[in-house]
């Protein structure tokens, strides 16, 4: 199937958990593409939310996926990334682990950002590279069965160690099963 974008508006509740990456072979037949508005209401900065979209791209392209980015006046098939300050979450009654926030029936991703500097911070990683881990992990809540894997972008709790040498990313089983929902998405 040849290059399809779709729309994609998510709302994502996870935590991110300790874990070691599989890498998945990008496959040999055509790429899809996913559109995503980014709604920087944590006010990202430019140079860190471009960072982060290329980790989390990284991430995607990995396995056959792009990603496109709109700031504004996105076509009418987009996924939404909302950046947000965890106050905005306060009355989903989230743990202090968690960073993102994913319900399927949304389709809107949000990240908490300030909980993702602070996180960031105190391990004494660049920012970018945890916010863009985040983002492609809560995009992998979308398309995944729920819950979490024992290793890779998908584990409960990120293994931080990895994000700066982008040793995270999905395992095949997850590609497979990311790609073959995005062409169903398309095929409608």
């Not at 990456?21 to 055509?30: F, L, V």
């Not at 939404?80 to 968690?98: A, F, I, M, P, Y």
């Not at 992998?140 to 040793?167: C, F």
């Amino acid at each position: 199937m040849g290059t399809c974008t779709r729309q994609i508006s998510t709302l994502v509740v996870a935590a991110l958990w300790l874990g070691l990456a599989i890498p998945a072979q990008a496959p040999a037949h055509g790429t899809l593409t996913m559109a995503i508005l980014v709604d920087n209401r944590a006010g990202v900065t430019p140079a860190q939310l471009t960072a982060a979209e290329r980790i989390a791209g990284n991430i995607f392209r990995k396995i056959g996926v792009e990603i496109v980015w709109y700031q504004d006046t996105p076509p009418a098939s987009v996924l939404v990334l909302h950046l947000v300050s965890s106050s905005t979450l306060e009355k989903q009654g989230l743990g202090l682990d968690v960073l993102g926030l994913a319900v399927r029936r949304t389709r809107a991703v949000s990240v908490m950002y300030d909980r993702v500097t602070e996180l960031a911070e105190r391990r004494r990683i660049d920012v970018p590279d945890v916010l863009g881990s985040v983002i492609a992990h809560e995009i992998g809540h979308l398309y995944l069965p729920e819950g979490h894997s024992i290793a890779g972008i998908m584990q409960a709790r990120l293994n931080l160690e990895l994000v700066p040498q982008g040793g995270l990313g999905f395992n095949p089983a997850q590609a497979k099963s990311i790609r073959a929902r995005l062409q169903e998405e398309c095929a409608r």
